[in-house]
């Protein structure tokens, strides 16, 4: 298997992209933002399970990264997941679910918002709590040999917790 190779991307205007890859980006970028809005007009009715953090006008990070993971590997987010969730599981159903607290939900309806686990997707809601977690599930595949990686959604809030500061020297060596 290849390793991952990362060179940045203009999913617009990046000629080496297919279109294929970039309708799919786009497509990925655009159900978010639209069931994000719907989860808003849920919440303002008192029809969702405690409270809901969007990522609108953030679509694009979860869209155009999880299109270039491969089978195996794993992404942690943050309270403002969906986007993220949505770009690598494409459950939609399992999601609203969820954030409505049904048992049908991808967490059994426990997780609400934040809280989800599916598939190589893992997310909370403590800022920079999941850092440590996707380090050591990264050192781990090292140590291991296996060619997967853990990809970490973190948001500038994140970067005044200590503990992402001592994952981030983990993760160099």
């Known amino acids: 298997m290849e390793p991952?190779?990362?060179a940045p991307i203009n999913p617009v205007e990046d000629t080496s992209l297919d279109s294929e890859v970039k309708q799919r980006i786009i497509r990925k970028a655009l159900l978010s933002r639209k069931?994000?809005?719907?989860?808003?007009?849920?919440?303002s009715q008192g029809k969702l399970f405690g409270t809901v953090h969007t990522c609108i006008g953030q679509e694009f990070s979860g869209a155009v990264i999880t299109e270039?993971?491969?089978s195996g590997d794993s992404?942690?987010?943050?309270?403002?997941?969906?986007g993220h969730f949505l770009s690598f599981t494409k459950d939609v159903q399992g999601l609203i679910a969820e954030i409505m607290g049904k048992e049908s939900g991808v967490c059994a309806g426990r997780g609400g918002s934040q809280?989800?686990?599916?598939?190589?997707?893992?997310?909370?809601?403590i800022q920079g709590g999941i850092v440590p977690v996707a380090t050591g599930?990264?050192?781990?595949?090292?140590?291991?040999?296996?060619?997967k990686i853990s990809v970490v959604f973190i948001g500038d809030g994140t970067l005044g917790e200590g503990a992402i500061y001592e994952a981030f020297n983990i993760a160099s060596k």
Do not use: V
């Not at 069931?35 to 919440?43: A, G, I, Q, S, V």
């Not at 809280?115 to 809601?125: M, T, V």
């Open 115 to 125: 809280h989800l686990c599916k598939d190589g997707f893992y997310s909370n809601g």
């Open 68 to 70: 270039f993971l491969q």
């Open 75 to 82: 992404i942690f987010s943050n309270h403002r997941c969906h």
């Open 137 to 147: 599930l990264a050192l781990a595949r090292k140590i291991n040999g296996e060619q």
């Open 4 to 6: 991952h190779t990362i």
């Open 35 to 43: 069931l994000e809005e719907r989860l808003l007009e849920l919440y």
